[in-house]
C-alpha cells in the first residue's frame, strides 16, 4: 500500500504522476537500471504495516542515481533537481540504529564504496549480501485517513491498514455523468433480466408436468436470476445512496436488517444458487444425452439435487452474515461482499 499525501503533499497518485513524468525521458535511456524504483518510492512511498513512517528510498540509492545520470543531465543544461535531493533519506547501514526502514534493491553497493571507481564498485557488490534486521519504533510521520476517505470514530472500520477510515459513498474516480451512466446501465440489465425470467418461470408455472429433466433446472435456474434482478431493481427504486451508504460513507460490516441486507441476500444467495443449479443442469444433461439415463431414472435424485442447490449458498450466506461482512459498493451502489475488503473473497 501507498500513502498519501507523500513528502511533495500531493493528495493523489494522478498528481504525482504529472509531477513525475519529467523524469520519464532518463528512464527510458537507462541511465540507471534502478532509477524508476527510486522515483516511485520517492512519489509513492509504501505506507507498511506495524510501520508508522513512509518508507522512502535508502540515501545509497539517490546517490547512485544522482552518479548515473546527473552527468546526462548536465548535458542538456539541467542540474540535478532539489526534489531528489538525497541527504535528508535513511542510510541502509543505519537501520537497525534509527528505526528508519528505507527501500533499495538487493544490488545497492555498500556506502563504503561511493568514492570508488564504477569497476571496483560493480565489483565489489558481486560480494555483498547484507543481511538487515530491523526494529521498528514510534514515529511522527503516520498512516492517516485523508480525502476522499472519512475518518470515523469506530476503531473497527479500515481502509487497507489505516483504522477508524472508511470510503466515501461514491467512487471518487467517477464523475456523475458516469454514475448516472451506470445507474442506467444497471436499470436496463436488470429489467432485461427480470423480463425474461419472469416469462421463463411462468411458463414453467403454467404446465409444470411438462418439463421435466434434465431440463426442468433450466427454469430453477431462471428463478434465481429472477431473484437476482429483483435486488438490482431495489437498487434502483430506492437509489444508490438509500442502499449503500450511511450519509457521506459507504456502509461497511452492516449487520442490521434492512435495505442493504435484502439487496445482499436476493443478489448474493440466488446468485450463487443460479452457479450450483447451472452445474447440476449440465450434470442432468449429460446423464441424459451420454448415459442415455431416463427423465424418471435423474428425476430420483431431485431431493439431492435441491438439498445442493439451496443448502450451499445458504452456508455461504450465513457465513457472511456472521463475519459482517457486508457492505457497500462505492461504484454500483449495491451491498455485497468484499466491496471494501478482498479478504473476505479468499
Known amino acids: 500500500m501507498t ?20 523524469f520519464y525521458p532518463l528512464v527510458e535511456v537507462g541511465c540507471y537500471k534502478h532509477l524508476r524504483f527510486f522515483l516511485c518510492t520517492m512519489y509513492t512511498p509504501i ?14 540509492v539517490c546517490l547512485e542515481a544522482k552518479k548515473r545520470c546527473s552527468p546526462l543531465m548536465q548535458q542538456y543544461g539541467f542540474k540535478w533537481p532539489v526534489t531528489l535531493s538525497c541527504e535528508q533519506l535513511p542510510r541502509i547501514n543505519e537501520q537497525q540504529t534509527t528505526g528508519n526502514i528505507c527501500a533499495a534493491p538487493p544490488d545497492t553497493p555498500d ?5 570508488l571507481t564504477d569497476s ?5 557488490v558481486r560480494h555483498h549480501h547484507p543481511v538487515i534486521g530491523i526494529n521498528t519504533v514510534e514515529g511522527e510521520c503516520k498512516c492517516r485517513c485523508s480525502r476522499p476517505f472519512y475518518s470515523v470514530l469506530d476503531s473497527t ?14 467512487s471518487p474516480e467517477k464523475s456523475l455523468k458516469d454514475q448516472r451512466f451506470l445507474t442506467t446501465w444497471i436499470t436496463t440489465w436488470s429489467g432485461t433480466c427480470f423480463i425474461l425470467s419472469a416469462f421463463t418461470v411462468l411458463t414453467f408455472l403454467i404446465e409444470t408436468e411438462r418439463f421435466q429433466y434434465p431440463e426442468r433446472p433450466i427454469f430453477l435456474l431462471a428463478f434465481c436470476q429472477l431473484m ?56 442432468t444433461w449429460v446423464l441424459a444425452a451420454a448415459s442415455k439415463w431416463s427423465s424418471e431414472a435423474i428425476a430420483s435424485y431431485a431431493n439431492y439435487f435441491h438439498f445442493v442447490a439451496w443448502s450451499l449458498p445458504a452456508i455461504q450466506t450465513i457465513a457472511v452474515l456472521i463475519f459482517g461482512a457486508v457492505d457497500g459498493d462505492p461504484l454500483s451502489g449495491i ?9 473476505y473473497l479468499k
Open 157 to 170: 472500520a479500515s481502509v487497507a491498514n489505516v483504522s477508524g477510515c472508511l470510503y466515501p459513498c461514491h
Open 3 to 22: 500513502r498519501y499525501p507523500n513528502s511533495y503533499g500531493h493528495e493523489k497518485q494522478e498528481e504525482a504522476g504529472l509531477e513525475v513524468h519529467q
Open 228 to 283: 437476482v434482478s429483483v435486488g438490482f431493481i431495489i437498487r434502483v427504486i430506492y437509489g444508490h445512496e438509500h442502499i449503500a451508504c450511511d450519509t457521506a460513507t459507504i456502509k461497511a460490516k452492516d449487520q442490521q436488517m434492512n435495505l442493504c441486507q435484502l439487496v445482499f441476500l436476493l443478489i448474493y444467495f440466488f446468485g450463487m444458487a443460479g452457479s450450483v443449479w447451472w452445474v447440476i443442469l449440465s450434470l
Open 335 to 343: 451491498c455485497y461482499v468484499g466491496n471494501t475488503n478482498v479478504d
Open 111 to 115: 556506502p563504503s564504496l561511493f568514492d
Open 47 to 60: 505506507c507498511q504495516d506495524n510501520y508508522e513512517k513512509m518508507v522512502m528510498p535508502c540515501m545509497e
Open 120 to 124: 571496483e564498485i560493480i565489483s565489489s
